[in-house]
């Protein structure tokens, strides 16, 4: 789907300007959608893009937190970068929640902000903000443009940086006299400058040597999928090389869809809200074995009790999360497709591994995910599960943060890879919404689902306007417990039921909300009525809110307190 | 333990930031931090002295700054045979009949006087930090008006022996 790349230095009478040539510069490197929001400080990029909007898509959001959460969708579910422009100030500081999101979930992104004429740089300028300083920390690298000769130099870096090694965010800002400057002359095509950057992507073959030999002679072996696997679209290899082997495969939170969860050999999501048998797997090994997960503390608990008796592997392609949070005796720096590639290469025997199958099959049986039914009301995890059955379970899934996130990802299960957006690093209130919104950019034909709490859709809703004007399918579904409902659990369990400020005690009305955005809205608060419409509301051809009552007492299990081990879940077993 | 750690990075604008605010952030402590120009055009050289609790914190410090895009090289070069050196002016008080027994005081040093005024002189030192330290300690009953010193530069000798015979550079604390 990528636009045939055209750059051409026009010989047309109107003077081609420094936004002209960036523009140009977008679309050879195959953009075809930008996100933005113009302002003083970009408009001479807008005009570039009004000059060029048969060859360059743009689309206006209503927020630019909503915009840069929209980009993230996009590269999530296309692996390519999401393009973002904002105006300079407070359009670059509005970006500042989504690059800091992109950042911890290693999300490709190239943001563009503008800036300040260069002469008045430093001099407290109107809508100037120190975007630099600002976003060092939380980008994989940022530039400021100098001079128009630049531009193409940093374009290429820009898109090479964000989308190689350990994808991140890298963000371009752009002094306004550098856009509206005039070229003097064609400016040649550049060549990357990065001396500094070399990304590894083959392992050390000693390293897959060893980790070979340490997988013959384990007896309780077990992968952990991250979402390295997904960067790497290796989820093909890991299914292989898993089922060889037989190793069974827990996931994180963002390895959903890594390995299919209906595989014989899956446990399932791991961590504080993962299963009984997925945790109990990592605390008992002999032989972890990583695939691009960065042993967040949410997956690995306290580390003094983490993976206690295992030797770890652990293949990332940054060598900087080797290490880092767990004492690795196989370090492998790679790419998580080449590293599995040469490990199915290996000719060691297998493991054996039927005990410990059967030990893990015993405990998914005796401990299962569970919840109570109540015909009365409806469920939040019966109603994920509705959804999961009324779109076959091959959605395109996009959570908000909170209770319905950990629903999701338990009772929505991926067997297929790239469908699955959420916030996880940051958990970021207000993603899901908009990112749900990119992913239907990203897939026009796909089914895409934004499942959201009743407090976090409303810190992005006014991106409804969007998918009304554009006619986005976005199937919303808001899991309404009239409260900020993971607060509300922690402060039920951790701080002795005292319920501070996590209640919602108003709320707009969602449906005529919804039709005031020109959308369709349906509330729904039991079992049957949900049963009865979901099939024909996700047949449905335009945008959809249903604003879902759930039971509001429910909370999410198991649960790994704070500073408590992997093996020390509760809520394992109905009370 | 203090260790020495030298970067080369491209010199384009921002990566001194960069480079201070990762340690920051990270929560790493810099005693000290020197920056210079090359021998090659546009890669600058930075000389770090920081400290770690253990050698897993000093893996995880040599390869964040290692992602950082505008650096070419990171080496730890605490345990290698190294010339350190560092360079203080200090300015002690001293009235004219002080100034001849400071000069036998700083002598062994090497150190030199480089400004002189009726209240004041200025002695500029250049060595080891312990060396610096040293005079310094010596020159205090003086009256020491003002210190600046440039924080430790390093680095690696010509000839690198075995690692069995090296004795590692130490830095004792300050
Ligand atoms: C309310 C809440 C609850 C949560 N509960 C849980 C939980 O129960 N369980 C859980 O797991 N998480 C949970 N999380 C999420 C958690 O905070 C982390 O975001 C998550 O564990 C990170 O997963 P990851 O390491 O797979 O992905 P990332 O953080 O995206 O890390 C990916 C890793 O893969 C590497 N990589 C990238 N590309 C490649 C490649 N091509 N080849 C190899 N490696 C590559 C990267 O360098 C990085 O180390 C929760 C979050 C929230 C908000
Ligand atoms: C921007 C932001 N602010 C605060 C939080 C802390 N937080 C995490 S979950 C949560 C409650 C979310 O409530 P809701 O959106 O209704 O979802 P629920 O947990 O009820 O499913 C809060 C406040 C956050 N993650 N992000």
């Given at each position: 789907?990528?636009?045939?790349?055209?750059?051409?230095?026009?010989?047309?009478?109107?003077?081609?300007?420094?936004?002209?040539?960036?523009?140009?510069?977008?679309?050879?490197?195959?953009?075809?959608?930008?996100?933005?929001?113009?302002?003083?400080?970009?408009?001479?990029?807008?005009?570039?893009?009004?000059?060029?909007?048969?060859?360059?898509?743009?689309?206006?959001?209503?927020?630019?937190?909503?915009?840069?959460?929209?980009?993230?969708?996009?590269?999530?579910?296309?692996?390519?970068?999401?393009?973002?422009?904002?105006?300079?100030?407070?359009?670059?500081?509005?970006?500042?929640?989504?690059?800091?999101?992109?950042?911890?979930?290693?999300?490709?992104?190239?943001?563009?902000?503008?800036?300040?004429?260069?002469?008045?740089?430093?001099?407290?300028?109107?809508?100037?903000?120190?975007?630099?300083?600002?976003?060092?920390?939380?980008?994989?690298?940022?530039?400021?443009?100098?001079?128009?000769?630049?531009?193409?130099?940093?374009?290429?870096?820009?898109?090479?940086?964000?989308?190689?090694?350990?994808?991140?965010?890298?963000?371009?800002?752009?002094?306004?006299?550098?856009?509206?400057?005039?070229?003097?002359?064609?400016?040649?095509?550049?060549?990357?400058?990065?001396?500094?950057?070399?990304?590894?992507?083959?392992?050390?073959?000693?390293?897959?040597?060893?980790?070979?030999?340490?997988?013959?002679?384990?007896?309780?072996?077990?992968?952990?999928?991250?979402?390295?696997?997904?960067?790497?679209?290796?989820?093909?290899?890991?299914?292989?090389?898993?089922?060889?082997?037989?190793?069974?495969?827990?996931?994180?939170?963002?390895?959903?869809?890594?390995?299919?969860?209906?595989?014989?050999?899956?446990?399932?999501?791991?961590?504080?809200?993962?299963?009984?048998?997925?945790?109990?797997?990592?605390?008992?090994?002999?032989?972890?074995?990583?695939?691009?997960?960065?042993?967040?503390?949410?997956?690995?608990?306290?580390?003094?009790?983490?993976?206690?008796?295992?030797?770890?592997?652990?293949?990332?392609?940054?060598?900087?999360?080797?290490?880092?949070?767990?004492?690795?005796?196989?370090?492998?720096?790679?790419?998580?497709?080449?590293?599995?590639?040469?490990?199915?290469?290996?000719?060691?025997?297998?493991?054996?591994?039927?005990?410990?199958?059967?030990?893990?099959?015993?405990?998914?049986?005796?401990?299962?995910?569970?919840?109570?039914?109540?015909?009365?009301?409806?469920?939040?995890?019966?109603?994920?599960?509705?959804?999961?059955?009324?779109?076959?379970?091959?959605?395109?899934?996009?959570?908000?943060?909170?209770?319905?996130?950990?629903?999701?990802?338990?009772?929505?299960?991926?067997?297929?890879?790239?469908?699955?957006?959420?916030?996880?690093?940051?958990?970021?209130?207000?993603?899901?919404?908009?990112?749900?919104?990119?992913?239907?950019?990203?897939?026009?034909?796909?089914?895409?689902?934004?499942?959201?709490?009743?407090?976090?859709?409303?810190?992005?809703?006014?991106?409804?306007?969007?998918?009304?004007?554009?006619?986005?399918?976005?199937?919303?579904?808001?899991?309404?417990?009239?409260?900020?409902?993971?607060?509300?659990?922690?402060?039920?369990?951790?701080?002795?039921?005292?319920?501070?400020?996590?209640?919602?005690?108003?709320?707009?009305?969602?449906?005529?909300?919804?039709?005031?955005?020109?959308?369709?809205?349906?509330?729904?608060?039991?079992?049957?009525?949900?049963?009865?419409?979901?099939?024909?509301?996700?047949?449905?051809?335009?945008?959809?809110?249903?604003?879902?009552?759930?039971?509001?007492?429910?909370?999410?299990?198991?649960?790994?307190?704070?500073?408590?081990?992997?093996?020390?879940?509760?809520?394992?077993?109905?009370? | 333990m203090k260790r020495?750690?030298?970067?080369?990075?491209?010199?384009?604008?921002?990566?001194?930031?960069?480079?201070t605010?990762?340690l920051q952030?990270r929560q790493f402590n810099i005693s000290s931090i020197?920056?210079?120009?090359?021998?090659?055009?546009?890669?600058?050289?930075?000389?770090l002295v920081v400290d770690v609790e253990?050698?897993?914190r000093?893996?995880?410090v040599?390869?964040?700054?290692?992602?950082?895009?505008?650096?070419?090289?990171?080496?730890?070069?605490?345990?290698?045979?190294?010339?350190?050196?560092?360079?203080?002016?200090?300015?002690?008080?001293?009235?004219?009949?002080?100034?001849?027994?400071?000069?036998?005081?700083?002598?062994?040093?090497?150190?030199?006087?480089?400004?002189?005024?009726?209240?004041?002189?200025?002695?500029?030192?250049?060595?080891?930090?312990?060396?610096?330290?040293?005079?310094?300690?010596?020159?205090?009953?003086?009256?020491?008006?003002?210190?600046?010193?440039?924080?430790?530069?390093?680095?690696?000798?010509?000839?690198?022996?075995?690692?069995?015979?090296?004795?590692?550079?130490?830095?004792?604390a300050?």
């Amino acid at each position: 789907m990528k636009v045939e790349a055209k750059l051409e230095f026009q010989t047309s009478a109107a003077p081609k300007t420094g936004a002209d040539l960036l523009i140009d510069l977008l679309i050879k490197e195959g953009v075809e959608t930008i996100f933005g929001y113009p302002g003083g400080a970009v408009l001479p990029i807008y005009d570039a893009i009004y000059k060029a909007q048969d060859r360059i898509g743009h689309i206006l959001f209503r927020h630019e937190q909503g915009m840069i959460h929209a980009a993230e969708g996009y590269a999530r579910i296309t692996g390519q970068p999401g393009v973002v422009l904002a105006t300079s100030g407070p359009g670059a500081t509005n970006l500042v929640t989504g690059i800091t999101d992109a950042m911890m979930d290693s999300l490709p992104l190239v943001v563009f902000t503008g800036q300040v004429a260069r002469s008045v740089i430093g001099t407290d300028a109107f809508q100037e903000a120190d975007v630099m300083a600002i976003t060092t920390p939380i980008t994989k690298h940022n530039y400021q443009v100098q001079s128009i000769s630049d531009l193409p130099r940093i374009v290429k870096e820009a898109f090479h940086i964000a989308s190689t090694g350990r994808p991140g965010p890298v963000l371009v800002d752009l002094p306004k006299d550098v856009t509206s400057g005039i070229l003097s002359e064609p400016l040649e095509e550049s060549e990357l400058d990065l001396p500094g950057y070399q990304p590894t992507y083959k392992p050390n073959s000693l390293q897959i040597k060893k980790m070979a030999e340490s997988l013959a002679t384990a007896h309780k072996p077990v992968i952990l999928a991250g979402a390295g696997v997904l960067h790497a679209k290796a989820t093909q290899e890991l299914t292989t090389f898993a089922e060889k082997h037989n190793i069974p495969v827990a996931t994180t939170l963002l390895g959903l869809g890594a390995f299919p969860a209906d595989s014989p050999l899956s446990l399932g999501m791991a961590g504080m809200h993962g299963t009984y048998a997925a945790n109990m797997a990592l605390y008992e090994t002999d032989l972890l074995i990583n695939f691009g997960a960065r042993f967040d503390d949410r997956l690995t608990g306290s580390l003094k009790h983490f993976a206690p008796f295992a030797k770890v592997a652990h293949v990332d392609i940054d060598p900087a999360e080797i290490g880092k949070n767990v004492p690795t005796q196989i370090p492998i720096v790679a790419d998580a497709k080449a590293a599995l590639t040469e490990l199915l290469e290996q000719t060691e025997i297998s493991p054996t591994t039927e005990s410990w199958l059967e030990k893990l099959k015993q405990y998914k049986q005796d401990f299962p995910l569970w919840y109570k039914h109540d015909p009365k009301g409806m469920c939040p995890q019966w109603l994920i599960e509705a959804v999961h059955k009324v779109t076959n379970g091959d959605a395109i899934v996009a959570t908000d943060v909170g209770q319905h996130q950990m629903w999701a990802a338990q009772y929505y299960t991926f067997n297929k890879p790239h469908r699955w957006i959420t916030s996880g690093g940051l958990g970021t209130m207000g993603f899901g919404f908009p990112a749900a919104i990119g992913a239907q950019i990203a897939a026009p034909e796909s089914t895409v689902v934004a499942i959201v709490g009743d407090a976090g859709f409303q810190m992005t809703l006014q991106e409804l306007s969007v998918i009304y004007e554009r006619n986005l399918p976005v199937k919303i579904i808001i899991v309404n417990n009239g409260a900020l409902g993971m607060v509300r659990q922690w402060q039920e369990l951790l701080y002795e039921n005292r319920i501070s400020h996590s209640l919602l005690h108003s709320h707009p009305d969602f449906v005529k909300l919804a039709e005031s955005y020109g959308i369709r809205g349906v509330r729904i608060d039991n079992q049957e009525d949900l049963v009865a419409s979901l099939p024909e509301l996700f047949a449905f051809e335009g945008p959809v809110l249903v604003d879902c009552r759930v039971l509001q007492q429910e909370k999410v299990f198991p649960m790994i307190a704070p500073g408590k081990g992997l093996h020390e879940m509760i809520g394992v077993k109905p009370v | 333990m203090k260790r020495i750690i030298t970067l080369t990075v491209q010199d384009r604008s921002g990566v001194l930031n960069r480079v201070t605010g990762l340690l920051q952030r990270r929560q790493f402590n810099i005693s000290s931090i020197s920056v210079g120009p090359t021998e090659t055009e546009g890669v600058s050289k930075m000389t770090l002295v920081v400290d770690v609790e253990d050698g897993q914190r000093l893996e995880q410090v040599t390869k964040q700054l290692n992602k950082q895009i505008e650096v070419l090289k990171v080496s730890d070069i605490t345990d290698k045979a190294i010339v350190a050196r560092e360079l203080a002016l200090i300015k002690v008080s001293s009235g004219s009949q002080l100034r001849s027994e400071i000069n036998g005081l700083i002598d062994p040093f090497r150190a030199i006087i480089v400004d002189v005024c009726k209240e004041s002189i200025t002695v500029q030192v250049t060595g080891k930090p312990e060396k610096v330290d040293a005079l310094i300690d010596l020159l205090r009953p003086f009256g020491i008006k003002e210190i600046a010193r440039t924080g430790l530069t390093a680095s690696l000798r010509g000839h690198q022996p075995q690692s069995n015979e090296q004795t590692p550079y130490s830095l004792t604390a300050r």
